[in-house]
């Protein structure tokens, strides 16, 4: 079964203050990652998909990486607006339509 | 830019009514999907559907029903409502895959049902 773990599940961030979240995944045959980020009271919002192992794609102040085991989304230098949960999900091989999602970071950024 | 607009942001119905969720999207989407969001268990899927009048259970169908007619609305059902299934109700769509590459899924606003 696919399973999706993000950490940590909370972050506290000053303005400015650069960090990672953690996207760890187990799957068979990973299809896609993908990054979404979710203000309260509203659907998830598409950031990134990343394919395969070593690819990188930026918005802004964010950077998503992909390793075989494991993402990364690196928020540099925060404003309070990147203030969200962040949601990433895996599509395993055997089909293009089911997403596995993680629980989610939820990112404070305070000015 | 993806636009997947859900009909209603917010409802209030009462146990036993017939409640419906409507979905529409103007990418020229094959999949469409319904999910549920609810604290502590994240996104569930309830329903996909991949073509017009095709619709695949998901994870937790029990309690609903889908219509697809037309390409780009997708309509959730919830025959009998009840008061667990006061929850947000997240609508998507994306292109079909292809090859082994992954298809991003686009989501809509919510819709935020209470059943009382």
């Known amino acids: 079964e696919d399973q999706v773990t993000q950490s940590p599940e909370a972050l506290r961030l000053q303005e400015g203050e650069s960090s990672s979240l953690n996207c760890s995944y187990t799957v068979s045959g990973l299809r896609g990652l993908f990054w979404y980020r979710q203000d309260p009271g509203k659907g998830p919002e598409f950031l990134f998909t990343l394919y395969s192992a070593g690819e990188e794609k930026e918005k802004e102040r964010l950077k998503a990486t992909l390793t075989k085991k494991e993402s990364f989304l690196h928020i540099t230098a925060p404003k309070p607006e990147d203030s969200a949960t962040y949601l990433c999900?895996?599509?395993?091989?055997?089909?293009?339509?089911?997403?596995?999602f993680g629980a989610g970071t939820t990112v404070t950024v305070r000015a | 830019d993806v636009k997947v607009t859900q009909s209603s942001r917010y409802l209030v119905k009462r146990t036993g009514e017939k409640v419906f969720l409507e979905c529409v999207q103007d990418?020229?989407?094959?999949?469409m999907f319904w999910y549920r969001q609810d604290p502590g268990l994240g996104l569930r899927l309830i329903y996909f559907?991949?073509?017009?009048?095709?619709?695949e259970k998901g994870d937790i169908p029990e309690g609903y029903s889908v219509s697809r007619e037309k390409k780009e609305r997708f309509s959730l059902i919830l025959e009998s409502a009840s008061t667990n299934q006061t929850s947000m109700y997240l609508c998507?769509?994306?292109?079909?895959?292809?090859?082994?590459?992954?298809?991003?899924?686009?989501f809509g606003e919510g819709s935020w049902l209470t059943v009382v």
């Open positions: 999900a895996v599509q395993a091989g055997y089909n293009d339509y089911k997403l596995s």
């Open positions: 990418m020229d989407h094959e999949n």
């Open positions: 559907s991949y073509d017009v009048k095709m619709k």
């Open positions: 998507a769509s994306s292109f079909r895959g292809r090859g082994n590459s992954g298809n991003t899924i686009y």
